[in-house]
């Protein structure tokens, strides 16, 4: 990726995190146009550039920052369409899986917080260097958020994804 080709032909806007054409590479492209609109099946968006297909946030990084993104960006809201430049920042790949989405079935509504069967009550648990860290069980399930909002805290300081 030569970042000074791209900013020769897109212009962003940090404010938005939108890409547009400055030059077209070929008859298809449109100056003035958004690029970057096209999303991938993770929901990423998709600059196409010399025929080489890039994650817009890394295309992003690289024209704001004038280098190639050397670890995973991370989107701090978790919109993997938001690539304002004050929503993604550095991150190791432990660091990005922290800041992950609710699996679809979760059935309490927070991450790390399950219903027992065997114990009739909430147990909260967090998973850290691939190892499972049991926190408790809980009669009540806000006092399990709070168990798993703390260790959250704990364990991942600024990538902790928002529990409670």
Same mark, same amino acid.
């Given at each position: #990726?030569?970042? +000074?080709?791209?900013?020769?032909?897109?212009? *962003?806007?940090?404010?938005?995190?939108? #890409?547009?054409?400055?030059?077209?590479?070929?008859?298809?492209?449109?100056?003035?146009?958004?690029?970057?609109?096209?999303?991938?099946?993770?929901?990423?968006?998709?600059?196409?550039?010399?025929?080489?297909? *890039?994650?817009?946030?890394?295309?992003?990084?690289? #024209?704001?920052?004038?280098?190639?993104?050397?670890?995973?960006?991370?989107?701090?809201?978790?919109?993997?369409?938001?690539?304002?430049?004050?929503?993604?920042?550095?991150?190791?790949?432990?660091?990005?899986?922290?800041?992950?989405?609710?699996?679809?079935?979760?059935?309490?509504? *927070?991450?790390?917080?399950?219903?027992?069967?065997?114990?009739?009550?909430?147990?909260?648990?967090? #998973?850290?260097?691939?190892?499972?860290?049991?926190?408790?069980?809980?009669?009540?399930?806000?006092?399990?958020?709070?168990?798993?909002?703390?260790?959250?805290? +704990? *364990?991942?300081?600024?990538?902790?994804?928002?529990?409670?």
């Amino acid at each position: #990726m030569n970042i +000074e080709k791209l900013r020769t032909h897109i212009s *962003y806007d940090p404010s938005t995190g939108i #890409m547009t054409w400055k030059k077209v590479l070929s008859n298809r492209g449109v100056v003035g146009a958004e690029c970057g609109s096209n999303v991938d099946s993770k929901g990423y968006k998709r600059v196409c550039f010399e025929g080489k297909q *890039y994650r817009a946030h890394r295309v992003v990084w690289a #024209m704001h920052y004038g280098e190639i993104p050397s670890f995973q960006i991370d989107h701090i809201n978790g919109d993997r369409s938001d690539n304002r430049i004050c929503n993604l920042r550095l991150a190791s790949n432990q660091e990005n899986s922290f800041n992950t989405r609710i699996k679809k079935n979760n059935t309490s509504g *927070y991450t790390g917080v399950t219903w027992s069967q065997n114990a009739k009550k909430w147990m909260a648990q967090i #998973m850290v260097n691939n190892k499972h860290i049991y926190l408790g069980t809980f009669a009540d399930k806000n006092v399990a958020v709070q168990a798993r909002s703390k260790a959250t805290k +704990e *364990y991942f300081g600024v990538f902790a994804k928002g529990v409670a």
